[in-house]
C-alpha cells in the first residue's frame, strides 16, 4: 500500500515547525536581550570597578586611622599611669614598670633597624593587602598584651610591633598608589594601552596619586585626635593641676635641656619634677579623688583598689574590676574590627598572576633589589627628607608638647595641644591638592618653611611655667606645625608616586622611604638627654639638607640628568595553564620550554643595570626588553 505523498508533506512541515519553534525558544533563553545595551552595561561594570577602589582606598584609610589611634593613645595613657607612684606601689608592688616600659620603648625604636632586610620579602611573599592585615593583627596584639601587664606579654609584643612598623606602612603607601593606577585603568579601560595591559603613558596616573594620596593622609592624621580620647575623657579627671603638677619647675623650652624623661616617650609621659613643699602626692602626675580637697591620713590599702591615702583609684588604675576590663576591652574589639576591616573591605592590589609574577623574580634578587634602587640620585637627594620626616613628627609629640606646652599649660592640657595638630593636619592634607595646578615642588618647600620659621621661632622662645595666657601662641605652634607636617607626609607620597610608576618597583621604593624614617625615629629615642637647643640645632640643620638636596634633585631632573635603575628580571617559573597561554608559545613542547628559560636565565645574569635619560618631568624610563615584555 502505497503511502500518500501530500501526508508525507504535511508530517514533515509539523517536524520542521517543531524544529524550528524549539529553536526560537532557545534563543529566547540563551541569545542576546533585544534591549540589551554592551556599551551601556560596560559602562556600569566599570563605575562598579571605580566604586570598589574608592571603597578600598576608604577602608585602608580607616583602619590605620583607628589602628594608630588606639595604639597611641594606649600607650599613651600607660606610660603616663606607669609614671605614677601610687599606681605602681598600689597595683604592682615590685614590679618595676619603669624598666618595662623602657625595653618597650626600646622594641619599638630598635628592631625596625633591620626592617631593609625583610620587608620586600614579606610584601611580595604575602601580597601589598595580607602584610597589611598581618601588621594591623600584631597592633591588635599589642593592645591585647595590655590585657595582663608583665614583662612576658608587653616586651614581646612591642617588639613585635616594632617588626611590623615597616611592613605596615610601605604596604599602605604602595596600596595606595596601586589604587590610583586602577582607578585610572577603570576610568579609561577604552585606551589601547589598558586593554593590551601595558604601562600607562608617563605622568597619566599622578591626579589620581594626588587625591588618592591626599584622602588616605586627611584620614589618617585623625589618628592623633582619636588617641586622644582615653585621656581626654578619662585620665584629665584624675590629674592635679597645673600648679600642683609643676611646683618647682622653673624654666621652660630651650632654656631646660631636659624636662624629665620627655624625650625617653613617644606621648606624652608625665615628666619627673623637683620636690614639692606638700609631701602626700610624690609624684608630677599623682591620680586624685574626685573632689578631695584635702588628703586623707595615711593608711594601708585593704585591697588592690585603695590608695594609700584611703582614696579610690580610678578604674582603669584597678579600683573597679568592670572599667579596668573594659579599657583595653574595647581597645582590642576595635583594633579587631580594623583587622577583620582590612580583609573584607580591602580588595587585592593586584590580579592574581600579577600575583604570581611579583614573586617570581627569585627570592635573592628581592633581597638585593632595595639595595640596588638606592643607587638612583632621586631616591639619594630625597633622603634627608625622609630622616627630617621621622624627626618631626617625634619632635612635636615629646619635645614641643612635652618641654613647652606641658611646661606652660599642664599635663591636663596635652590632648588638647596634640588634637590642635592632628585637627590642623587632617585638614591642610588637602592643601597638597594644589599639586593638580602648581608645581610639584610646591607643597614640600612649603612645608619645609613653616617648619623652618617655627623652628628659629622655640630656639629663640620658651614660655614661662604655669603662665595660661601663653596658650593661644602654643596652640597656634601647634597648628602650623600641624599644616607642616600635612604638606610633608603628603608631599614626599606623591612625590614618590609620581617618579615611580612602575608596580615592580613601588613596594622597594616605599620601603626605602619608611626604613629612613624609622632610622629617624631611632636617632630621636637614642637623643632624649641632649639640651632643647641641641635638637632644634640639629633638625635645622637636617631640614636645610632636605630642602637643598630637594631642588638639586629637580635640578638634574630638568638637565635631564641620566639615572641608574636597576633591572627587575623576568619571572623564572615555568608559564603554564589556561592563564599563561599565548599563541605563539601555547603548543611549545617541554624541552623547547625548558631551553627558552634557560636561555633567559643566561640573558638575566648577562645584564646589568641600565641608565635611563631623565625626561623634564622626573620621568623613568623602562628598558626595551621590559617594554617588550609589557607589550
Not at 304 to 330: F, Q, S
Not at 493 to 516: A, C, N, P
Amino acid at each position: 500500500m502505497e503511502e500518500d505523498p501530500s501526508r508525507c508533506q504535511d508530517a514533515a512541515k509539523l517536524a520542521a515547525g517543531e524544529g524550528l519553534g524549539a529553536e526560537v525558544q532557545l534563543d529566547d533563553v540563551v541569545g542576546t536581550h533585544p534591549e540589551y545595551n554592551e556599551e551601556e552595561e560596560e559602562q556600569k561594570y566599570f563605575r562598579r570597578k571605580r566604586l570598589g577602589v574608592v571603597k578600598n582606598v576608604l577602608a585602608a584609610s580607616l583602619a590605620a586611622t583607628l589602628t594608630y589611634g588606639v595604639y597611641l593613645g594606649l600607650l599613651q595613657m600607660q606610660l603616663i599611669l606607669h609614671y605614677d607612684e601610687t599606681y605602681r606601689e598600689v597595683k604592682y608592688s615590685n614590679m618595676e614598670l619603669e624598666d618595662i616600659d623602657r625595653k618597650v620603648l626600646m622594641g619599638i625604636n630598635v628592631t625596625p633597624v633591620a626592617a631593609l632586610l625583610y620587608t620586600p620579602v614579606l610584601i611580595r611573599f604575602f601580597g601589598t593587602k595580607w602584610t597589611m592585615f598581618l601588621a594591623v593583627g600584631i597592633y591588635a596584639l599589642f593592645v591585647s598584651s595590655n590585657y595582663w601587664e608583665r614583662y612576658f606579654t608587653l616586651v614581646p609584643s612591642a617588639v613585635a610591633i616594632g617588626v611590623a612598623i615597616v611592613p605596615l606602612w610601605a604596604s599602605v603607601g604602595h596600596y595606595i598608589t596601586r589604587m590610583a593606577q586602577k582607578y585610572y585603568e577603570y576610568a579609561n579601560y577604552k585606551e589601547e594601552h589598558v586593554q593590551e595591559q601595558r604601562q600607562a603613558p608617563r605622568g597619566a596616573c599622578s591626579t589620581y596619586i594626588v587625591v588618592f594620596q591626599t584622602i588616605f593622609y586627611a584620614c589618617f592624621h585623625l589618628s592623633f585626635v582619636c588617641a586622644q580620647m582615653p585621656m581626654l575623657f578619662f585620665l584629665n579627671n584624675y590629674l592635679y593641676q597645673l600648679n600642683h603638677t609643676l611646683y618647682g619647675v622653673k624654666h621652660c623650652g630651650e632654656r631646660r635641656g631636659r624636662l624629665g624623661v620627655a624625650g625617653a616617650v613617644p606621648l606624652g609621659a608625665e615628666p619627673r619634677r623637683t620636690p614639692r613643699r606638700d609631701a602626700e602626692p610624690r609624684h608630677a602626675a599623682r591620680l586624685q579623688q574626685d573632689g578631695a580637697a584635702q588628703p586623707a591620713p595615711q593608711r594601708q590599702p585593704h585591697h588592690r583598689g585603695e590608695r594609700p591615702d584611703g582614696g579610690r583609684l580610678p578604674g582603669h588604675a584597678g579600683g573597679e574590676c568592670g572599667p579596668r576590663r573594659e579599657g583595653p576591652g574595647g581597645h582590642r574589639h576595635l583594633t579587631g574590627r580594623c583587622h577583620r576591616q582590612v580583609l573584607l573591605l580591602c580588595g587585592s592590589a593586584y590580579r592574581p598572576t600579577e600575583e604570581i609574577d611579583l614573586r617570581s623574580i627569585g627570592w635573592g634578587n628581592i633581597f638585593q633589589l632595595p639595595f640596588k634602587h638606592m643607587r638612583d640620585y632621586r631616591l639619594r637627594h630625597l633622603l634627608p627628607f625622609f630622616i627630617y620626616s621621622g624627626f618631626e613628627v617625634l619632635f612635636v609629640c615629646t619635645g614641643f608638647s612635652l618641654n613647652y606646652g606641658v611646661c606652660a599649660l599642664g599635663l591636663e592640657k596635652l590632648a588638647y595641644l596634640l588634637m590642635a595638630y592632628g585637627f590642623s593636619a587632617s585638614a591642610c592634607s588637602s592643601l597638597a591638592l594644589c599639586t593638580l595646578r602648581l608645581r610639584r615642588q610646591c607643597p614640600l618647600l612649603a612645608g619645609a618653611f613653616v617648619h623652618a620659621a617655627i623652628l628659629v621661632t622655640l630656639f629663640c622662645w620658651a614660655p614661662e611655667p604655669r603662665h595660661v595666657v601663653q596658650a593661644p601662641l602654643l596652640y597656634s605652634i601647634a597648628v602650623l606645625w600641624g599644616m607642616g607636617s600635612a604638606l610633608n607626609k603628603t608631599g614626599i607620597s606623591i612625590l614618590l608616586g609620581m617618579l615611580y610608576e612602575d608596580k615592580e618597583r613601588q613596594d622597594f621604593v616605599f620601603t626605602i622611604y619608611h626604613w629612613w624614617q624609622a632610622l629617624a625615629i631611632f636617632t630621636v629615642y637614642l637623643w632624649s638627654g641632649l639640651p632643647m637647643k641641641a635638637k632644634l640645632s640639629i633638625m635645622l640643620l637636617a631640614l636645610g639638607l632636605a630642602a637643598g638636596s630637594y631642588l638639586w634633585m629637580e635640578r638634574k631632573l630638568a638637565q635631564r640628568v641620566a639615572y641608574r635603575l636597576p633591572r627587575i628580571p623576568r619571572p623564572r617559573h615555568k608559564m603554564k595553564g589556561y592563564r599563561y597561554l599565548e599563541d605563539d608559545d601555547s603548543d611549545e613542547t617541554a624541552s623547547e620550554g625548558e631551553g627558552a628559560s634557560r636561555r633567559q636565565d643566561e640573558d638575566d645574569d648577562d645584564e646589568d643595570d641600565h641608565q635611563h635619560p631623565a625626561e623634564a618631568d622626573g620621568g623613568d624610563e623602562l628598558p626595551k626588553d621590559e617594554r617588550e615584555r609589557m607589550g
